[in-house]
């Protein structure tokens, strides 16, 4: 033993210089011959997806003057001109994502215990996980194709895609939740003799609820971006208007559209935050 | 015969025999200690009695019930005899002390009237009742997670005393606690047992304690029962049965020292 | 949550007290009235005879989505390899971007909390409030179709989500290693390179793999708006009502996203 208390080195031999000189900073991968496959793939990849990329710079430079007649319409956006329209679709879209959360969150409870291993049978957990994968592959956007497609032009199928997106969102999320529960507080509940719903409300809720209020507020944020570019495809909302103004080129109608869009997705993203803060 | 188990077997799924053809019978009041090494099969006797771990073969019959063979529904209104008591406490963490203790009510009201947790008036009086006998009545709106580990044990303890049991089962009480905090939960389990006649099945680690506070003890080896006798005929013999070879001469005596040790130390 | 006292002096309980209720129930009653009404407005603005018909207009085009048409999937490898390529190279574009951002943006890195940080959160704010197909639409206009504006699309929505995320992991960090490497006598960027990068390299790995896995689904639909990707074939396909190609198309991308995911949670849960 040396005299810090520390074992002694291995046989005395440890040289500290050769060692110094053969030190390397840890390499982020081990073996030698895959960090630079890694790394060749990489360039390869890089190269290869860069001479893919066809620019028309004939087709930009016309842009740059678009570009410039884009951003004059930011000095000053025009609210008045159209205000109908924006009015109308704002109210649209809000209305979509109030309905849709409300919907998509009591139809994703039940989803959520059958999508939770330790609640729900086999047969019922991948019934559930599927449809969960099934609403989470798809963009809001191919949904809403298929809903217009079904019950025609207008905000109600925009209501149902964000519903469904919402299911899958939400259901995933919770069920993880609930797979992380404490299982000994739902075991003392389940030996007081009491059913199974009442498990529910006295074992697994009160472990749950708070993140469940949480991503339902998150989720109304969520719900309310997505509302505004339904309207491409023709399901309602602030998007159709945007989308018309950008297809008449009245840029300072868009650029005023835009403003309303990232002034309430700031309120919403405060109140989502302060709500979150408040059930912790 | 209060509770009377006949040829209990366990087989988890994973091939583990936990329990091998175990009979063992407690009459009303009596409090038992059930000892033995980690994995000996004590948490899962205890689970198996109210079906929280459903038995492979045997017969558990509480009062003259089958509870082996007893329905969803039914077997619900059996476990409402038979509290339970918990090594990490296992309250809800996030409800109020008040609300966890009525839990023990669950098996007697309605989904509806627990939800909007309307309880008749009865339980909030026994509520109250017990909180204060176990000196918590002004933790009442405290949330659980509030409370330290002796308190969260009694709110436990009352917990499972709302249910108006005839039969505690007890797992690790003291398993979380500290040397004073565990003698303190034990006499408070064994007194209310004798206040209430209750019989009280205890899985305990400690076999000071489980000699102190118990008059029948009962040592689980490998899933068959060892030992079955009054605590104070516990001896190296029976200990060596239990948990195989070692100098035991200390443990022994080592109760009543402790005891002393506690008491000083209160004082 | 409330201790009452009955007329007889014993204590009552119940979970709120009566004022509480009051409130919750009103509460619940306004949720659900406000539900109602938007839906009612909703409602006024559906064709209901279109909605009694869904059922066989969904049967019908179901009809007509089946069987995919295979063949068509020859002429979808090259869109699909676009549509990976905007999501992979406009990811990394958007780290570029984004990480320096979460560093301006972070309470406890930023050069400033009164001018530069609130400057760099609206821009955040603003980049992530406005959807990838929204930003498309812009740059469509302005660069002209194709997947040079899908990709700019991808990195403008992406700068902000990694921004944010990547700022509130760095606002986690555990600040004491900070203060060890300070007391060292580092300076600035060597407290930066040692005590706060090492700690926050696992969120910024798993972030732009997260980020990477919801791009692909994003770079999917781009097309829908021009900027490129196996969306414009997509489109294409719905205007001229051919919807065997449609099924293909959506086969594919649920192929795609599925690897994806998986890909994703693999290295996600080999950083974490």
Not at chain 3, 7 to 19: F, K, L, Q, S
Not at chain 3, 119 to 140: D, E, G, K, P, T
């Amino acid at each position: 033993m040396s005299a810090t208390g520390l074992p002694a080195a291995t046989g005395g031999a440890f040289d500290p210089a050769a060692a110094a000189r053969g030190w390397r900073p840890p390499p982020l991968i081990a073996t030698p011959w895959l960090r630079y496959a890694v790394y060749l793939g990489a360039l390869a990849y890089a190269l290869l997806a860069f001479s893919s990329i066809e620019v028309n710079w004939t087709r930009a430079a016309e842009g740059v003057e678009r570009a410039g007649r884009f951003l004059g319409g930011f000095f000053p956006p025009d609210f008045i001109t159209k205000g109908d329209d924006i009015l109308a679709g704002l109210l649209e879209s809000l209305t979509m994502t109030v309905v849709s959360t409300g919907i998509g969150i009591i139809l994703s409870i039940p989803v959520a215990l059958g999508a939770s291993r330790n609640l729900a049978p086999l047969p019922v957990y991948l019934a559930c996980r599927g449809l969960i994968a099934i609403s989470r592959t798809f963009q809001e956007i191919i949904i809403a194709i298929v809903f217009v497609a079904m019950v025609g032009f207008g905000p109600l199928a925009g209501t149902l895609t964000l519903a469904f997106a919402t299911i899958g969102f939400m259901a995933k999320l919770i069920a993880e939740d609930i797979e992380d529960i404490q299982a000994s507080q739902a075991e003392a509940v389940r030996a007081t003799g009491a059913s199974w719903f009442q498990l529910l409300a006295w074992g697994v809720l009160p472990q749950v609820r708070p993140r469940l209020i949480g991503l339902s507020a998150y989720r109304l944020d969520i719900n309310f971006r997505e509302s505004a570019v339904l309207g491409l495809v023709g399901a309602g909302g602030i998007g159709d208007t945007l989308n018309t103004s950008f297809d008449r080129y009245e840029f300072d109608t868009a650029a005023a559209v835009l403003i309303v869009i990232i002034v309430i997705v700031l309120a919403c993203e405060y109140a989502s935050g302060f709500i979150r803060r408040k059930v912790q | 015969m209060l509770l009377t188990i006949e040829g209990l077997t366990k087989r988890y799924p994973t091939g583990d025999l936990a329990l091998d053809k175990v009979d063992l019978q407690v009459p009303a009041g009596q409090v038992m200690a059930l000892i033995g090494p980690s994995g000996a099969g004590k948490s899962t006797l205890i689970r198996c009695v109210n079906r929280l771990v459903e038995p492979s073969a045997g017969r558990v019959m509480l009062d003259g019930v089958a509870l082996t063979t007893l329905g969803s529904g039914a077997l619900r209104r059996a476990r409402r005899r038979m509290g339970m008591i918990f090594q990490e406490y296992a309250l809800v963490e996030r409800l109020t002390v008040m609300e966890n203790v009525l839990s023990g009510r669950l098996g007697y009201v309605g989904f509806w009237a627990s939800w909007f947790r309307r309880f008749p008036r009865r339980d909030i009086e026994e509520a109250f009742r017990l909180l204060d006998r176990v000196g918590l009545a002004h933790m009442a709106d405290k949330r659980a997670d509030a409370l330290s580990g002796g308190q969260r044990q009694r709110v436990g303890i009352v917990r499972a005393l709302m249910q108006d049991p005839k039969l505690l089962l007890v797992d690790e009480p003291t398993a979380s606690l500290d040397p004073k905090t565990s003698r303190q939960i034990m006499r408070l389990i064994v007194e209310l047992c004798a206040e209430r006649g209750l019989a009280a099945i205890i899985n305990i680690h400690d076999v000071a304690l489980a000699q102190q506070f118990a008059r029948r003890i009962v040592g689980l080896r490998a899933g068959r029962i060892v030992f079955d006798g009054p605590a104070e005929d516990l001896r190296a013999e029976g200990l060596t049965a239990i948990y195989g070879e070692e100098d035991w001469s200390q443990t022994i005596r080592r109760a009543e020292e402790e005891e002393e040790a506690a008491t000083e130390s209160a004082a | 949550m409330a201790i009452l006292t009955r007329a007889d002096g014993t204590p009552d309980w119940r979970r709120r007290t009566p004022r509480a209720d009051l409130l919750v129930w009103a509460g619940w009653f306004g949720a659900v009235a406000l539900t109602v009404a938007c839906f009612q407005f909703i409602s006024d603005r559906t064709i209901w005879a279109f909605v009694w018909d869904a059922p066989a207009q969904g049967a019908d085009l179901v009809g007509r989505m089946f069987p995919p048409r295979w063949s068509y999937a020859s002429q979808l490898w090259k869109p699909l390899l676009d549509t990976i390529n905007m999501a992979t190279i406009g990811t990394a574009l958007a780290i570029v971007i984004g990480v320096p951002l979460a560093f301006l943006a972070a309470h406890n890195t930023t050069p400033s909390r009164l001018l530069v940080r609130p400057a760099v959160l609206f821009i955040i704010v603003a980049s992530r409030s406005i959807n990838s197909l929204i930003w498309a639409l812009i740059l469509v206009i302005i660069l002209g179709p194709g997947i040079l504006a899908g990709i700019m699309a991808i990195a403008l929505r992406s700068v902000g989500f990694i921004a944010k995320l990547l700022y509130e992991a760095i606002e986690e960090i555990d600040a004491t290693q900070v203060e060890a490497v300070t007391a060292t006598g580092a300076s600035r960027p060597q407290v930066l390179g040692w005590a706060i990068v090492p700690q926050v390299m696992p969120a910024f790995a798993g972030i732009s793999v997260f980020r990477w896995d919801i791009n692909i689904r994003e770079a999917t639909v781009l097309g829908l708006v021009g900027a490129g990707g196996i969306g414009m074939q997509m489109q294409a396909s719905i205007n001229v009502l051919a919807w065997p190609q449609v099924t293909t198309i959506f086969i594919l991308i649920l192929a795609t996203v599925l690897v994806s995911e998986w890909l994703s949670a693999r290295v996600r849960h080999a950083v974490i």
